[in-house]
T-cell receptor, first 113, second 114 residues
Framework: KNQVEQSPQSLIILEGKNCTLQ??????????LRWYKQDTGRGPVSLTI?????NTKSNGRYTATLDADTKQSSLHITASQLSDSASYIC????????????FGRGTSLIVHP | SQTIHQWPATLVQPVGSPLSLECTVE??????LYWYRQAAGRGLQLLFY??????ISSEVPQNLSASRPQDRQFILSSKKLLLSDSGFYLC?????????????FGPGTRLTVL
């Protein structure tokens, strides 16, 4: 069964600090992995998308890494800002003909001033 | 560029009343369309998806139904709402497997059933 596990479930950090969110998956065959940011009461917005051959991708202060061998990904946020407070969702797509990606339950990040 | 719209943004309905949520996509053709529900503090639960007009697949048995009367229109309905139908409903579209099936989400509808 395809699964995506995210950790930690929630995280509180001070403004200006860095943090790293984790994502482990068992989706097979693997196609791509996406990180979304979801502000409270809003739809998720894509931050990065990585395929099998990519092991890192950046979007401003967000850097995602992918280790396809260990089936792990991380999202690193540098110099956090109050606006980074949101839920971060890891989503893995399969190349096995399914139109349905597998979602993690998300990590809730709170950035305090 | 592609855009996705949902309405209404918020809705408060009594138990037993009908429901109709609408989602439309602009700037693309033949998208895959999805309805998700997100309970408070929980992950996204896939309800329905569609790969073409009139083609609907249901992922979770429930009292909700979906229809796709036009290529870029996806409607979520219920004849009689339950308290458990409360939640945040998200519509999404994707360009299919050829584009990595990356999904783009609408702004969502907050439904409260009283």
């Amino acid at each position: 069964k395809n699964q995506v596990e995210q950790s930690p479930q929630s995280l509180i950090i001070l403004e200006g600090k860095n943090c790293t969110l984790q994502c482990n998956y068992t989706v097979s065959p693997f196609s791509n992995l996406r990180w979304y940011k979801q502000d409270t009461g809003r739809g998720p917005v894509s931050l990065t998308i990585m395929t099998f051959s990519e092991n890192t991708k950046s979007n401003g202060r967000y850097t995602a890494t992918l280790d396809a061998d260990t089936k792990q990904s991380s999202l690193h946020i540098t110099a956090s800002q109050l606006s980074d407070s949101a839920s971060y969702i890891c989503v893995v797509g399969s190349s096995g003909g399914s139109y349905i990606p597998t979602f993690g339950r998300g990590t809730s990040l709170i950035v305090h001033p | 560029s592609q855009t996705i719209h949902q309405w209404p943004a918020t809705l408060v309905q009594p138990v037993g009343s009908p429901l109709s949520l609408e989602c439309t996509v602009e700037g693309t053709s033949n998208p895959n369309l999805y309805w998700y529900r997100q309970a408070a503090g929980r992950g996204l639960q896939l309800l329905f998806y569609s790969v073409g007009i009139g083609q609907i697949s249901s992922e979770v048995p429930q009292n909700l139904s979906a229809s796709r009367p036009q290529d870029r229109q996806f409607i979520l309905s219920s004849k009689k709402l339950l308290l458990s139908d409360s939640g945040f409903y998200l519509c999404a579209w994707s360009g299919g497997l050829a584009r990595g099936n990356e999904q783009f989400f609408g702004p969502g509808t907050r439904l409260t059933v009283l």
